[in-house]
């Protein structure tokens, strides 16, 4: 017994058909055909059964090898699909192959039908193998992003929890400090004692460690998570961060936005902001900028972010570098979003880094779609 065939024949002539099965039956083939001839037939057989194999003349009277392969592609099937006809000339044989038409061959030459067979079953199974390849690399790479979103997720609530605490701990307590100096200072200072002076040198000096020290604190939490973002979101949060920026680098920071009424999730907008960050980050070690201009728009179902500096540019290779760790971290934190980034640059023409986010992508996240089910 030979390999078994599952055979859908497109044929009109029952005398062709048999000397088509016979020529699969010769090269080893134990065929199980169907034979059809009409349009109507055609479909109702693709969906009724399951196929190895489709083999059609090119013109029948109530249909062709055109239409049959135009209802084939419709049904999205990885199989064969092989006209076998009489001479119909190159010139067609050629648009059939381009059509999506495996091979084509003729009935003077059916010796070619099984060899041909054999072939185009064989890259199938090859093309069937590298597609559950693909998608299973794509499963993995989601699965791997949906994990990196929720370890980022955990570090920015870590990144929150620390701030509230040394806010609300190392703050109370520093000012607690401050007021028992005050205290102190006024003590001393209703007393007549000549003495007194350089305890009240040593009183100033300490109010102004604890008046650097809180200043720190305040700086510490703000870079841990700044309270802006979850008090008053986005916008308020990004023009914040430009204005700092500006004043700690004397680089010139704008930031326009054009958006209302966007509702995004905390994990959302944080992955925003923090892509923001390491923007600003990158001018500052890298452009030698003195300018740099943020729009934030919504456009086409889309919400985009635009950053473009006036400093020296950036290498071609350093967008790509593996070792470009802030590059690919923006490029991860966009992706976990559905989005995209892009980077364009120029020496001494300035950077711009734009990146996409579908809005619909955000609501879907909003509603607890996507990620690894916890």
Not at 203 to 231: V, W, Y
Not at 349 to 358: A, D, F, Q, S, Y
């Given at each position: ?97 381009k059509a999506?038409a ?71 307590a ?68 430009a ?34 960050q ?23 179902g ?46 001494g ?10 809005l ?5 996240e ?9």
């Open positions: 017994m030979g390999k078994r065939l599952r055979l859908l024949l497109i044929e009109d002539s029952e005398a062709d058909a048999v000397l088509v099965k016979r020529a699969l039956c010769d090269h080893g083939y134990e065929v199980l055909s169907q034979r059809v001839q009409t349009e109507g037939e055609f479909r109702d057989h693709l969906k009724k059964a399951a196929w190895d194999l489709v083999i059609t003349d090119y013109s029948l009277p109530k249909f062709n090898a055109a239409d049959a392969l135009e209802v084939f592609q419709a049904h999205h099937l990885d199989l064969p699909f092989i006209i076998v006809s009489g001479t119909i000339g190159e010139e067609t044989a050629v648009a059939s192959m999506g495996h091979d084509f061959i003729t009935k003077d030459r059916l010796a070619r039908l099984g060899p041909a067979v054999d072939r185009e079953l064989r890259e199938a199974v090859v093309r069937q193998e590298r597609r559950r390849a693909e998608e299973s690399l794509v499963e993995s790479n989601e699965r791997l992003r949906a994990l990196a979103a929720r370890l980022e997720n955990s570090r920015e609530e870590e990144r929150k929890r620390i701030a509230r605490d040394i806010h609300d701990d190392l703050g109370s520093l000012t607690g400090l401050k007021m028992d100096l005050v205290w102190l200072r006024q003590s001393l200072a209703k007393l007549e004692n000549s003495d007194r002076g350089p305890i009240m040198e040593k009183i100033a000096a300490m109010g102004k460690l604890l008046d650097a020290t809180a200043n720190q604190t305040r700086r510490l939490c703000s870079e841990l998570r700044p309270g802006i973002l979850d008090d008053l979101g986005l916008v308020p949060a990004l023009e914040w961060q204005q700092d920026f500006a004043r700690r680098t004397g680089v010139a920071c704008k930031v326009q936005a054009n958006v209302a009424g966007i509702d995004l999730q905390p994990e959302q907008t944080t992955a925003i902001f923090r892509v923001f390491e923007i600003l980050t990158n001018v500052a070690r890298h452009a030698k900028a003195k300018h740099v201009s943020v729009t934030l728009d919504e456009e086409d889309e919400l985009r972010l635009k950053a473009s500096d006036d400093g020296c540019g950036m290498a071609e290779k350093a967008a790509t570098a593996k070792r470009s760790l802030g590059l690919l971290g923006m490029r991860e934190r966009v992706m976990t979003l559905g989005g995209t980034i892009s980077f364009q640059s120029g020496s023409k300035g950077t711009t880094v734009e990146l996409t986010i579908p619909t992508t955000l609501k879907r909003a509603m607890g779609q996507g990620g690894i089910p916890g």
